[in-house]
């Protein structure tokens, strides 16, 4: 994952301190009904990592039994895969075919409706997409909606129009990256979200802070974290977010998305086991780590 992405040299001069919970999240946090502990899924972006095995796959192991393995260790999927193409029911129910009850994958809205006709006049594409997805049933967690980077506050109609077109029964969260988002007046946005009841997404990357804009629009989270191939920021950044998802679970959170990305996607398992190790630590929690073939890693801690 290259956005956000920031010189080696940088790291260490960043501010990567969380912001206050803004008065939209304690005011979604005052209905939030959830019980203790929520419910927690934790995975990376992509089960396709041949330098996985002989680390968390085992020595061997063949791509097409990536997932299954993959699902050994993780209990959900952020699912990029479905952005490159829609996806058919076929496909969608061979990967349905490798997990487990409890898995959920979490997939993205395909490129053609988000970045090619950049949300409008989609509803064949749209349809395509959720009959492809429906194919999940219980596997499938919130579906990704992230509209084109360059869409600023302008395109804020376009917005709200096409998600209320979609299901009223579709669990939806949205990610937004045009800086314009992150303004007093993009504060708008997150009030749409949130009498739409669709959730937004906090992404972590060293190098646009912006973005970790602390907005739940529902009493739910799904926050995107960016490391920087084990670097020692990498592990203090983490320490915060466990302190800030303890603080939420202590208000009653509902639900809790977080998935780990790595510029290099060689590192996300050492970093997800570390933020699990912590999470089970401060929160009393006793979230499953994944297991490596080659322990050497936890010399890391």
């Given at each position: 994952m290259e956005f956000g992405k920031a010189e080696q040299a940088e790291l260490h001069t960043i501010d990567?301190?969380?912001?206050?919970?803004?008065?939209?999240?304690?005011?979604?946090?005052?209905?939030a009904k959830g019980k203790q502990p929520p419910q927690i899924y934790i995975?990376?972006?992509?089960?396709g990592r041949p330098d996985w095995v002989g680390k968390i796959?085992?020595?061997?192991?063949k791509a097409a039994d990536f997932l299954a393995h993959y699902a050994t260790h993780f209990n959900s999927i952020e699912l990029n895969?479905?952005?490159?193409?829609?996806?058919?029911?076929?496909?969608?129910?061979?990967?349905?075919?490798?997990?487990?009850?409890?898995?959920?994958?979490?997939?993205k809205f395909t490129?053609?409706?988000?970045?090619?006709?950049?949300?409008?006049?989609?509803?064949?594409?749209?349809?395509?997409?959720?009959?492809?997805?429906?194919?999940?049933?219980?596997?499938?967690?919130?579906?990704?909606?992230?509209?084109?980077?360059?869409?600023?506050?302008?395109?804020?109609?376009?917005?709200?129009?096409?998600?209320?077109?979609?299901?009223?029964?579709?669990?939806?969260?949205?990610?937004?990256?045009?800086?314009?988002?992150?303004?007093?007046?993009?504060?708008e946005l997150f009030r749409i979200l949130h009498k739409l009841k669709a959730g937004s997404i906090i992404t972590d990357a060293a190098g646009r802070r912006d973005c970790v804009h602390m907005n739940l629009t529902t009493p739910e989270c799904f926050i995107r974290f960016v490391g920087n191939s084990l670097h020692p920021t990498d592990y203090s950044r983490i320490d915060e977010w466990v302190l800030r998802l303890k603080s939420w679970m202590k208000q009653g959170i509902e639900r809790i998305y977080f998935f780990m990305h790595q510029h290099e996607e060689l590192y996300s398992p050492e970093l997800i086991r570390y933020t699990i190790q912590q999470l089970n630590k401060q929160c009393k929690l006793a979230i499953k780590e994944p297991v490596f073939y080659n322990d050497q890693t936890k010399n890391l801690f």
């Open positions: 990567y301190s969380l912001p206050k919970d803004t008065k939209l999240t304690k005011d979604v946090l005052k209905t995975g990376c972006a992509k089960w796959y085992p020595p061997k192991t895969a479905t952005f490159y193409k829609i996806p058919d029911r076929a496909t969608v129910t061979g990967w349905k075919s490798k997990v487990g009850k409890e898995f959920k994958f979490v997939p490129d053609v409706i988000t970045h090619i006709k950049r949300l409008k006049e989609v509803n064949a594409y749209v349809d395509q997409f959720l009959e492809g997805i429906e194919a999940f049933g219980k596997n499938l967690g919130p579906v990704f909606l992230m509209p084109h980077p360059q869409m600023g506050l302008k395109h804020l109609e376009t917005f709200e129009r096409f998600i209320q077109s979609l299901p009223k029964d579709l669990d939806l969260f949205v990610e937004v990256r045009h800086p314009e988002w992150f303004s007093k007046e993009g504060e």
